[in-house]
């Protein structure tokens, strides 16, 4: 019986090792997340433009800070010289800059400057490990930062989806610069341990305990962070920052119920854009102009 105990326990935390990989190590491949059919909107959400890239190329600059833990991030300035308002424009999950250049062009067109920030452990910033928000939305206010002191922001809206959401969600109760005046979140999560708690049911059907747990025991140990630091619920109950919520009804990857716990304990200004039959990261494509005039009319 002590054998067959031990056996478990070790097949116990080489699951919790392989999760932990999977979702963690930047080098590890995640087609079975983003491909399964269950996740299959993950890919699909993005509305591409011809010749976004080059559009980028032609009209940014790269530039980069230093996280307070040493690693180089990675952004990419549109300045469009007419005034001192900035958008910082967040990506999710093993993405880059590349796939908000979309939406780059738009507030560019609404007379912003942009800055589209590669997230550590992607695109070509630095870093081994994805964070699902924990040190990123550190990092965002190094970047809000960085804007006041070397470009001379004097206002600034943060703009993310999925876990470019969750992580501009989690940033806002942490002594953001005065100039930051709105937050907008695309399907962002409540937290990254409900994130994960969701997805071991969804694609697995695993339990979270103890796996999870164990998940999170080498993420501390390995990483050096913890799935349960911070929660973009408690963020959103702790700041007075106004914030527009987007979701879709049909979301898989980030359930709808999330947006409606988000909702519930929002304590600061908010609005709400919600798109009906739309998948994760779709409510962009499925009603365009009412999505961007949405947008607008906060900002304004």
Request: charged fraction near 25%; include cysteine; hydrophobic fraction near 40%.
């Amino acid at each position: 019986m002590v054998y067959v105990i031990l056996v478990l326990i070790i097949i116990l935390f080489l699951i919790g090792y392989f999760i932990f990989r999977l979702a963690i190590c930047r080098n590890a491949k995640k087609d079975f997340i983003l491909n399964n059919d269950k996740n299959s909107a993950v890919t699909k959400g993005a509305i591409r433009i011809e010749n976004d890239t080059k559009w980028l190329v032609d009209h940014q600059r790269k530039v980069h800070i230093k996280s307070w833990d040493g690693l180089k991030l990675q952004g990419y300035l549109i300045n469009n010289k007419k005034n001192h308002n900035y958008v910082i424009v967040v990506h999710g999950f093993t993405s880059s800059h590349i796939d908000m250049i979309n939406r780059a062009q738009k507030f560019n067109e609404l007379n912003n400057n942009v800055l589209l920030i590669d997230l550590r452990g992607h695109g070509e910033s630095e870093g081994k490990y994805i964070t699902m928000g924990i040190r990123d939305c550190e990092d965002i206010k190094s970047w809000c930062e960085y804007l006041v002191k070397k470009q001379g922001a004097k206002k600034i809206v943060l703009f993310g989806i999925s876990m470019g959401a969750a992580s501009v969600m989690m940033s806002l109760d942490k002594d953001l610069p005065k100039e930051v005046k709105f937050a907008i979140e695309d399907c962002g999560f409540t937290s990254p341990y409900e994130e994960y708690k969701y997805q071991l049911k969804n694609l697995f059907h695993l339990p979270a305990f103890p796996l999870l747990d164990i998940c999170n025991m080498y993420a501390r140990l390995i990483a050096k962070f913890n799935f349960k630091q911070y929660s973009a619920i408690k963020s959103v109950a702790n700041t007075n920052i106004p914030l527009l919520m987007i979701h879709g009804t049909k979301d898989t990857f980030v359930p709808y119920y999330m947006l409606e716990e988000l909702l519930k304990n929002c304590n600061t200004q908010k609005e709400v854009f919600i798109v009906k039959g739309a998948n994760h990261t779709e409510a962009q494509a499925l009603d365009y102009d009412n999505y961007w005039k949405t947008i607008e009319n906060f900002i304004k």
